[in-house]
């Protein structure tokens, strides 16, 4: 007995840390796609903001994040004896490594909404507090299951996310969308006279590659919060939890290229790349139980939701230039609400609340951040340092100096 305890923790706790390490290259995922859907001049200003943050994310979870939203299983990992506790079925550690880079992906989606005119360093401060406290509370109250505020827990109200439509995705949308509400469009974007103006992305090589691995990664993400693989009926989850996320990002990336060229008359690659992400996104909140017919059909809705969302956020004037609001918010509850239809231990209504309960901390915490920190230091290049490009004005160096027009 004892022999196969040992074994089914040290199966389950490989399989975490492979997941969290397939999440982790997410990272890349992240990088590559917004530095290929941004402008050349601002490369080397995103390429920095995406590693950073990632470090700034482990770290400041590490101080303080997790201890917020699990202070039970922190106790075990300050107490440096997580091997000899097998309670939890793995090791506390490895829990903390995938649920920090859970962390990171949620700060990577605030990074692509703001591009192009955000400062740096007020970008990594507010890093600081998101990683550090925004999204540790609403993922205490989520996953954590403690009640919101002291009142009620999401769980009683039957609300669920089997791994962060809402809690990763909208919530890291929800800060997207106070970041870009307080600093504004990019000069350019948008005319006196209500044109609106593309600004296309100068590497659409790189932003393929991203979502490729993006589409990776999204099997350690969805995978590994079966949290576990070592027996018959965890083995048979993690299969079909991989299958469907498969399946709906396949369907989103179908869809939305017809919507596309419906719309547009041409095959629109950005539109089909955001279709890939937006599957991703729908199928997240629940992707155990759909049969992989009804995978498909989820990831297509949001494929056909994300270009419908991005064309209205566009002539609503709210820039976002890689479309993360609509890939990662819209979808993100989509997602939540599909989750009813084939998990009856859902509700609409918790479905709802839950929604509400995150977008409305995330939005309203990070809108009071963002303005504070605007307080200390200029949130927004200048116009100038925009025109020149954030490359040169804030790294000092560009990413491609053999094509600069500057020197």
């Avoid at 091997?83 to 605030?110: C, H, K, L, R, W």
């Avoid at 350019?188 to 990776?216: E, M, Q, R, V």
């Avoid at 693989?229 to 399946?247: I, Y």
């Avoid at 004037?317 to 890939?327: L, M």
């Amino acid at each position: 007995m004892e022999a196969t305890m040992e074994l089914t923790y040290a199966l389950n706790t490989f399989y975490f840390l492979v997941c969290g390490a397939l999440v982790m290259w997410m990272a890349a995922g992240f990088a590559m796609l917004e530095a290929g859907l941004v402008r050349s001049k601002n490369t080397t200003e995103i390429l920095t903001k995406n590693i950073v943050l990632f470090a700034v994310a482990c770290t400041m979870y590490m101080l303080v994040g997790y201890e917020i939203m699990y202070p039970d299983n922190s106790n075990y990992l300050l107490s440096g004896i997580t091997a000899e506790n097998p309670e939890f079925g793995y090791a506390v550690s490895a829990d903390f490594f995938f649920q920090v880079v859970f962390v990171a992906t949620a700060m990577s989606i605030v990074s692509g909404a703001v591009a192009e005119r955000m400062k740096l360093f007020a970008f990594l401060a507010f890093a600081v507090v998101m990683t550090g406290f925004i999204y540790p509370m609403e993922g205490h109250w989520t996953w954590g299951e403690a009640p919101v505020f002291g009142m009620y827990t999401l769980g009683d109200l039957d609300f669920s996310d089997f791994a962060g439509s809402g809690i990763v995705h909208m919530a890291g949308a929800a800060a997207g969308v106070a970041g870009v509400l307080v600093i504004g469009a990019r000069k350019g974007k948008y005319g006196a006279d209500g044109s609106i103006n593309a600004i296309p992305g100068a590497n659409l090589p790189l932003a393929t590659l991203g979502t490729f691995i993006l589409w990776l990664g999204w099997f350690g993400f969805n995978g590994g919060s079966v949290l576990a693989t070592a027996s018959v009926a965890d083995s048979t989850a993690v299969a079909n939890v991989f299958m469907n996320t498969n399946a709906a990002a396949a369907g989103g990336c179908i869809a939305a290229l017809l919507v596309a060229k419906a719309m547009f008359g041409k095959a629109d690659l950005t539109m089909a790349l955001n279709g890939c992400l937006a599957g991703l996104v729908a199928i997240t909140a629940e992707p155990s139980t759909p049969t992989a017919l009804q995978a498909t059909i989820f990831g297509a809705l949001g494929g056909v939701l994300v270009v419908f969302s991005i064309v209205t956020l566009d002539k609503m004037k709210f820039d976002d230039p890689v479309g993360a609001v609509s890939v990662h918010g819209v979808v993100g509850l989509l997602g939540l609400l599909l989750v009813p239809l084939t998990n009856d231990g859902a509700k609409f209504s918790g479905q709802l609340i839950g929604a509400a309960t995150i977008f409305g901390w995330v939005f309203i915490t990070s809108f009071i951040t963002f303005k504070a920190i605007g307080l200390v230091m200029p949130v927004r290049v200048s116009e100038e340092e925009e025109f020149e490009g954030s490359d040169l004005a804030e790294c000092g160096m560009e990413a491609y100096p053999e094509f600069s027009t500057t020197r």
